[in-house]
């Protein structure tokens, strides 16, 4: 169970796009189309942001965008904002019945 | 409104016990498959375990397998955490977190968590 790798900080100025990435192995990205994003700000619950590899909740904006290739998935901001900033945690469902977490991202608006 | 309360986090000794619990509203808790999800200060998001609507299917991390136990009671909306053998490592803020049945493999609802502080 050793947790996803995501790059440790991500940064970008207001109105360009960044991307994240989480990478996993075959049972635990590659095995299920069941990876979900979470935006935290700090000292508060984590707020998910991309479910299934690629949909959005209702409610959160559609500069938030999902994909997945292999054992790897990623996150893409575009149009960043300074709201954007923010630690962003991947998660995938496992082969084992069990979730597994990413090392987690910091955004940084410059 | 949906409300997620989780409590019984404070400070205890190593190799000693606490246990948490989470009280959920606003949903059909019965449905949910509830999961302990905890986050060491400063660090990231660890999934510690879960369990099914019906409390038929159990798993957990295998940081805590063995030292903790997960129960919940569908008539009193809540859900526990049995923690025992506490070790340093194990502080953290917990936070319990729904998940639908059958298909949601996500957390969309979070609590406000409570912290485990495991210090001599």
Redesign the interface.
């Known amino acids: 169970q050793s947790a996803l790798t995501q790059p440790a900080s991500v940064s970008g100025s207001p109105g360009q796009s960044i991307t994240i990435s989480c990478t996993g192995t075959s049972s635990d990205i590659g095995y299920y189309n069941y990876v979900s994003w979470y935006q935290q700000h700090p000292g508060k619950a984590p707020e998910l942001m991309i479910y299934d590899v690629s949909h959005r909740p209702s409610g959160v904006s559609n500069r938030f965008s999902g994909s997945k290739s292999g054992n790897t998935a990623s996150l893409t901001i575009s149009g960043l904002q300074a709201e954007d900033e923010a630690d962003y945690f991947c998660s995938s469902y496992t082969s084992s019945s069990t979730f597994v977490f990413g090392t987690g991202t910091k955004v940084t608006v410059l | 409104e949906v409300q997620l309360v989780e409590s019984g986090g404070g400070l205890v000794k190593p190799g000693g016990s606490l246990r948490l619990s989470c009280a959920a509203s606003g949903f059909t808790f019965s449905s949910y498959n509830m ?1 302990w ?1 905890r986050q060491a200060p400063g ?5 510690v375990s ?1 369990i099914s609507s019906s409390s038929s ?1 159990i ?5 805590v397998r063995g030292r903790f136990t997960i129960s919940r009671d569908n008539a009193k909306n809540s859900v526990y955490l049995q923690m025992n053998s506490l070790r340093a490592e194990d502080t953290a803020v917990y ?1 319990c977190a729904p998940r639908g049945e059958p298909s ?5 609802l ?4 409570t912290l485990v502080t495991v210090s001599s």
């Not at chain 2, 798993?59 to 940081?63: H, L, R, V």
């Not at chain 2, 949601?104 to 969309?108: A, E, K, P, R, S």
């Not at chain 2, 979070?110 to 968590?113: A, I, L, Q, T």
């Open positions: 999961n999800v660090k990231g998001l660890e999934w879960s299917f798993y957990y991390a295998d940081s936070y949601h493999w996500y957390f969309d979070w609590g406000r968590g």
